[in-house]
């Protein structure tokens, strides 16, 4: 069975950092863009950050740029996604999901086009 486990969130003053972290099993973790997304109560979910583990080449969205880093532990199948500077517009529920890497995947993650979806992680951040 395929399984994206998140984890990290929770309550963090602005200002401060946390660190999420997503653990992927039952496909072939290496041929797959591994993907965050977030969704604020009452807003469109929007795409975060994506990390494509057969390049190694990353996306970030405009609004994470420079706060948010993203990166993979391929030994551990796991995607880590760094958040330092949070603000409280970044409080919102975190997804992680997976999609088959292609010369596309950017745009497939722009349109959440993922093969795999995992559960939430809540982040909060208070002002």
């Known amino acids: 069975d395929v399984q994206l486990q998140a984890s990290g969130g929770g309550l963090v003053q602005a200002g401060g950092s946390l660190r999420l972290s997503c653990v992927a099993s039952g496909f072939t973790f290496n041929d797959h863009v591994i993907e965050w997304y977030r969704q604020a109560p009452g807003k469109k979910r929007e795409e975060v950050s994506a990390i494509n583990n057969k390049d190694g080449t990353t996306y970030y969205a405009t609004s994470v740029k420079g706060r948010f880093t993203i990166s993979s532990d391929n030994a551990a199948n796991t995607v880590y996604l760094q958040m330092n500077n949070l603000k409280p517009e970044d409080s919102a529920t975190y997804y992680c999901?997976?999609?088959?890497?292609?010369?596309?995947?950017?745009?497939?993650?722009?349109?959440?086009?993922?093969?795999?979806w995992g559960q939430g992680t809540q982040v909060t951040v208070s002002s």
């Open positions: 999901a997976a999609d088959r890497s292609s010369w596309s995947w950017v745009e497939e993650f722009i349109m959440g086009m993922a093969d795999y």
